[in-house]
């Protein structure tokens, strides 16, 4: 390595190295450019630094041009993303438009729905990323649904609370789990690291003003032991859910009454598994209006990170009220925090 680099560039270049997309590699890359000092010593490191530059750019257009953004990858935004999949008319389109502004259609026919559609859920002071999608039958999958499914941090068997409701509710928990993927309402801190076969999940029995009565509860009994198996173990031995008693749960909303919403929620907040914290600066009272979100068990250096990449580095101790022993106690950055926890970093 030539002499003299600074740790500006040493920064830049890890930035580079960590980088997981190619607008963060060129980024990386012309932050090292600009930090690398310019001398002789360094001129093969910077034509070097060029060359990649003009790679990754061209490895950019060559993506631009081969194909159009997939519709069926949603990015993902909010504290989480939720995926309702279900049979044609079940009313998937119309949870999305009494929860968030998403321009979705609603229609009396089925099949009204052709591309996923993204929608924000904003509650007290935190946001879901609610997934409308094309509607599933026992003969046709849409194309790249499967990749919007497992893309998801939650997903949610829509059915009617109808006579229809447990023939839905087969057909969709059938068609994911021929895929190898199993619902269970388990948070998804709780699930076994590394298992792409489980997703924390719900039935959401919608149509609730019209449900026929008994539905629900025979959606509850059917599944509610039933959580976390795909078809290849059926029978040969428990999944983790049963194990922890955790079947998948049977939630009754409507769109047209709102009953039912607030608890649904609720249940998706705590699948995601996420807290919300509070920062302070010193001397100040807190933001109680934004909320860092971070996953369940995250630690004060955790949130540091949200708030500033060097901070975990720069910062000495914290002061936290909420859950700590007494209000303002000093706190190390390995404390781990809890949700609605008050957290002041010092440097
Ligand atoms: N009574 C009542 N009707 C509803 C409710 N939700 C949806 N509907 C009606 O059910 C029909 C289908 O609703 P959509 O939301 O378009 O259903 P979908 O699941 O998105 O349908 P696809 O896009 O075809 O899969 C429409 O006529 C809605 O007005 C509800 O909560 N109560
Ligand atoms: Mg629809």
């Known amino acids: 390595m030539p002499a003299n680099l600074t ?20 980024a990386g890359l012309q932050a090292m450019l600009s930090a690398i000092p310019k001398h002789k010593g360094t001129e093969k490191m910077q034509a070097d630094i060029k060359r990649r530059i003009s790679q990754v750019r061209r490895e950019e257009q060559k993506a631009a ?8 990858h949603i990015p993902h935004s909010g504290a989480g993303q939720v995926v309702l999949v279900g049979a044609p ?17 609603v229609a009396e026919y089925p099949f009204a729905t052709v591309v996923p559609q993204p929608g924000m859920w904003h509650k007290d002071d935190v946001q879901i990323e609610l997934v409308d999608t094309p509607p599933v039958t026992a ?3 849409p194309t790249g649904l499967m990749g919007t499914i497992r893309n998801a941090d939650v997903v949610c068997a829509v059915v009617e609370a109808g006579e229809a409701a447990l ?8 068609v994911l789990s021929a895929r190898g993927l199993a619902l269970c309402s388990t948070p998804r801190n709780e699930l076994p690291a590394g298992d792409p076969s489980r997703r924390p999940g719900l039935i959401v029995a919608a149509k609730a003003d019209l449900a026929v009565p008994g539905t629900i509860e025979a959606l509850r009994e059917l599944y509610a032991g039933r959580g976390g ?10 999944s983790n859910a049963l194990r922890s008693g955790n079947g998948l749960e049977v939630i009754g909303v409507s769109a047209r009454t709102r009953e039912g919403l607030d608890d649904w929620f609720k249940r998706l907040w705590e699948l995601l ?3 919300r914290v509070y920062s302070k600066e010193p001397g100040r009272p807190p933001d109680m209006h934004k909320p860092f979100v971070v996953r369940a068990g995250a ?12 901070l975990p580095e720069r910062m000495k101790f914290a002061r936290l009220w909420g859950h700590s022993r007494f209000e303002g106690q000093q706190v190390h950055k390995t404390e781990p925090l809890r949700d609605k926890d008050v957290v002041e970093i010092h440097e």
Not at 65 to 72: E, I, Q, V
Not at 300 to 308: K, N, P, R, S, T
């Open 89 to 105: 008319n079940t009313g998937k389109s119309s949870l999305l438009a009494a929860t968030t502004h998403a321009p979705v259609k």
């Open 299 to 310: 630690t004060v250096a955790d949130l540091a990170l949200q708030i500033h990449r060097d």
């Open 273 to 275: 598994a996420m807290i």
């Open 139 to 141: 003969d046709h999958v």
């Open 167 to 174: 023939d839905q509710a087969e057909l969709v928990l059938g």
């Open 7 to 26: 740790p500006e560039y040493e920064k830049a270049e890890l930035r580079y190295r960590q980088a997981t997309s190619d607008e963060e590699r060129l």
């Open 65 to 72: 041009h081969s194909k159009g953004p997939d519709p069926f």
């Open 229 to 238: 198996q795909t078809l290849g173990e059926s029978g040969t031995g428990q």
